[in-house]
Structure formats: C-alpha cells, structure tokens
C-alpha cells in the first residue's frame, strides 16, 4: 500500500509564524501536491512537483513555498502565517503519467 | 480553463433510496474523470474513474460528453455511503493535475 504520512494532525500558531508542513511518501512517487481543502471549495492546488528540486505553482501559490530536496519528502511552508491560511492541507502523491494520487490523513492548522 | 462543479453541497437520502450525485466539467481537451471520497475520519482515497467504467461498492459514474457530466449513482443507499464525494478532472499534462470540485456531502438516513 501507497503510504503519505504528514507530521502533524493538528496545529495551531499564531499570526506571523513560519509554518512547516511536511509530507514524506514510501513508495517512490515522482509526483507529490499540496492542497488545502476548504468547505464549498473543495481541494485547491496550492504547489506540485514532479521531481527532486522542481516545483510548479498551482492554483493558489500566494503565501506560500515549498521545498523537495529529496524524492520522499515535499514540504509547504508558510513564510508568515495569517489568519486565512487556517485549512486543513492535504499532501498527496502520483507516479508520472498517471492521474491517480494518493492522500496523507492532512494536517489541520489553526493560525491565531 | 478547466473547471468542476458539483451544484449540492449536501443530498441526504434514507438507506434504499437511490443516490446520484452531480458533477459538470469543462474542459477543452478529452478528459479524464474520477471521483474520490472521504469517509469520517479516514484520508481521501479514490473511488472510482471513468476510463475502467467499473462499479465500486455500487457505485457507477458514466461520462456524457454532450452533456460534460460524470454524474456518480448508485440504486440503492447504504449507511455507510455516507461520506464527502469530490469530483475530479485530470488535465493530461505533465504532473496530472487534478482539479477538483467543491463537494458533496451525502448523508444516508436509516
């Protein structure tokens, strides 16, 4: 079984904190997404990469960044946390050319 | 530019009732659609995808591409159908993106 594990289910900072959310996968994904999942919005691309060191913007990039050093591990960071980036954000993984990714449990973050 | 809709945020049926519930695309390539669900407590994982046109726990999903929808039934509801169902086009690009739609909680009354 595909595993993506996130570091943390629940978080809560406060306002102008530099927030990490990791992400780490086992079964060799190329492919690896940040979402955030919000409700009537659904899940919004924030960032994928598709390789070591590569990365690409997606829907909703504003506010944050991302960084994939090594293949296994992709993770968001919120340069300075706001009160609107409070969601709860999903990390997920594919093989390349294929459209099925796979889910980590998410992390619910609070920013106070 | 690609986009879901899923028009019911909520449908709530009794168990043996039937079950469809909406999505509309656009897309101006030939799509790939799936849907995924989200089971209380559990990560989202997927449920089923047009390209295999198979039945998963009853469920079946067509694609209409005169009427751009993937709309997802099933003939008879179960409790544990109850879940938060998204909607999904694959953009056939690169890194396979997905765009999602915003949702549908379905609830299943006894």
């Known amino acids: 079984d595909v595993k993506v594990t996130q570091s943390s289910r629940y978080l809560v900072k406060r306002t102008g904190e530099k927030v990490f959310l990791e992400c780490v996968q086992d079964?060799?994904?190329?492919?690896m997404f940040w979402y955030r999942q919000d409700p009537g919005l659904g899940l919004r691309l924030i960032y994928f990469?598709?390789?070591?060191?590569?990365?690409e913007k997606g829907d909703i990039p504003e506010g944050y960044s991302v960084s994939r050093e090594k293949k296994e591990r992709f993770s968001l960071i919120l340069e300075s946390a706001s009160t609107n980036q409070t969601s709860m954000y999903l990390c997920?993984?594919?093989?390349?050319?294929?459209?099925?990714?796979?889910f980590g449990p998410g992390t619910r973050l609070t920013v106070l | 530019a690609q986009r879901v809709t899923q028009p019911e945020k909520l449908l709530s049926v009794f168990k043996g009732a039937p079950v469809e519930l909406k999505c509309n695309y656009s897309?101006?390539?030939?799509?790939?659609l799936f849907w995924y669900v989200q089971y209380s407590r559990q990560r989202l994982q997927l449920l089923l995808r047009?390209?295999s046109r198979e039945s998963i726990k009853g469920f079946t999903a067509d694609l209409n591409k005169g009427e751009t929808s993937f709309h997802l039934k099933k003939p008879f509801a179960q409790e544990e159908d109850s879940a938060m169902y998204y909607c999904?086009?694959?953009?056939?690009?690169?890194?396979?993106?997905?765009?999602f739609g915003g949702g549908t909680r379905l609830m299943v009354k006894p």
């Open positions: 997920a993984s594919s093989l390349p050319g294929r459209s099925e990714q796979f």
């Open positions: 079964m060799d994904h190329e492919n």
């Open positions: 990469s598709y390789d070591v060191k590569m990365k």
């Open positions: 897309y101006s390539g030939s799509p790939e």
């Open positions: 047009h390209i």
């Open positions: 999904a086009l694959s953009h056939n690009n690169a890194g396979n993106m997905l765009t």
